[in-house]
């Protein structure tokens, strides 16, 4: 029942493709760096992760145009090892892999690929394409397929690093009198783990896009 359930809140998705904005500012929510918590922050009713070239596309340019448009940033590496164990959580904020009809959105579809994989079978999944964690958006993807077009051009006002979410804060002070307290919300659980040279060399391929345009180092 659930997985029907899904079908039918994909399909919705996909048909209205709900935004983010207000009258002064527009969020594309990059799966796994932080999205849930700021969707908190700024009291929107729900998660969605609509691409700023999906908007483009179904005739709504005028909300990126109109308004600050922004998007949240992580170190590739530190990503996948959030998604990796995302993946491989019983329970989380919106998946349960035990009893399913509880959840929002039921069993994690990588759950079974992922609960006994290492973090190397794990990338040679991602480089094979394996691994889709959502029907609607692929959260493994590349992050700046959520914000650059596919001549590599920004489609949004400016990118956040989470790592430096204390320059969002100022901004939104600055620019919207908004004094933002950001909460923790769907956070992965898992032991903070080095990648081996192999691990790191698939993902310097797989998200070299992101290490350029994002402003990240490969190899650290």
Request: glycine content about 4%; some cysteine.
């Amino acid at each position: 029942m659930w997985f029907l359930k899904k079908i039918k809140g994909i399909r919705k998705i996909k048909k209205k493709y709900p935004v983010n904005f207000t009258n002064d500012f527009l969020f594309i929510h990059i799966p796994k760096n932080g999205g849930s918590s700021l969707v908190k922050a700024f009291g929107f009713k729900g998660v969605t992760h609509i691409k700023a070239q999906e908007i483009i596309n179904t005739n709504r340019s005028e909300l990126l145009r109109s308004r600050f448009s922004f998007a949240i940033a992580r170190h590739p590496y530190d990503r996948f090892l959030s998604l990796y164990n995302y993946a491989r959580m019983p329970i989380s904020h919106y998946h349960n892999n035990i009893e399913p009809e509880k959840a929002k959105h039921g069993i994690h579809l990588d759950y079974k690929l992922l609960k006994d994989a290492s973090l190397l079978e794990c990338a040679q999944l991602l480089k094979k394409g394996k691994l889709k964690h959502d029907l609607a958006w692929n959260q493994w993807e590349p992050q700046v397929t959520w914000i650059f077009d596919s001549s590599d051009k920004c489609l949004v006002s400016k990118i956040y690093q989470l790592e430096n979410l204390k320059e969002l804060e100022v901004d939104f002070l600055e620019k919207f009198q908004m004094n933002l307290k950001i909460p923790i919300v769907n956070k992965s659980q898992g032991e903070k783990e080095d990648l081996s040279q192999e691990v790191k060399m698939i993902l310097d391929v797989y998200y070299d896009k992101d290490f350029k345009l994002l402003n990240y180092k490969k190899g650290l």
